[in-house]
């Protein structure tokens, strides 16, 4: 998790639904809860969000993984290490950020995101390498159409000039947050 984001962000809903689960479970449910539950025996990869652009790549401002995940970034078969140190952003995105999908995904696991649109897609299968085209999903009205929503992806880009939809959307969020934390004390 980087520091340009904002969030967790949750529909007001969700707090009355994890007092529910942990109840009939008797396990705890954190915010974080949402990206561990997904890896599973394929998914060794998980974030906020999924971008198409150069490839499809799970984006780095928050990512989650597990033990296999991580030895396979740790120990790469090519000998390129996925986290360094760069300069420059796009450097960062190349060797980074899309490195370490393309990891995940040359050994057969799976990358997953909280995007509803990419839900059960395998894009270790290059025919769904495709996607959304080609385009990052923070540009405002990037996802066929729309642009993405706090509650959606549950943590938010904050300092880029290109987003203003989702940014300005995660501030509006957060003051009704906190309105609604001073009144019910």
């Not at 296999?68 to 790469?76: E, I, K, R, Y």
């Not at 729309?146 to 989702?166: C, G, R, S, W």
Request: aromatic letters at 16%; proline letters at 4%.
């Amino acid at each position: 998790m980087n520091s340009s984001i904002r969030g967790p962000f949750f529909p007001p809903y969700y707090s009355a639904l994890v007092k529910a689960y942990q109840s009939e479970t008797k396990t705890l449910f954190y915010w974080y809860s949402v990206f561990t539950q997904r890896l599973k025996n394929k998914v060794k990869l998980v974030g906020c969000t999924i971008s198409c652009e150069i490839s499809p790549h799970v984006q780095s401002y928050l990512i989650v993984t597990d033990l296999t995940g991580m030895l396979l970034l740790l120990n790469p078969k090519d000998g390129k290490d996925v986290f360094g140190c760069y300069n420059t952003l796009w450097d960062v995105t190349v060797n980074n950020e899309l490195a370490i999908s393309a990891r995940i995904l040359s050994f057969g696991f799976w990358i997953d995101s909280l995007q509803t649109k990419y839900q059960g897609i395998d894009f270790s299968n290059i025919e769904n390498r495709n996607c959304n085209g080609g385009k990052n999903p923070y540009f405002d009205d990037n996802v066929d159409g729309i642009t993405l929503d706090p509650y959606e992806v549950v943590f938010v880009k904050y300092n880029y000039k290109n987003y203003h939809q989702a940014a300005d959307r995660a501030a509006v969020y957060q003051n009704w947050t906190v309105r609604f934390a001073s009144a019910a004390k």
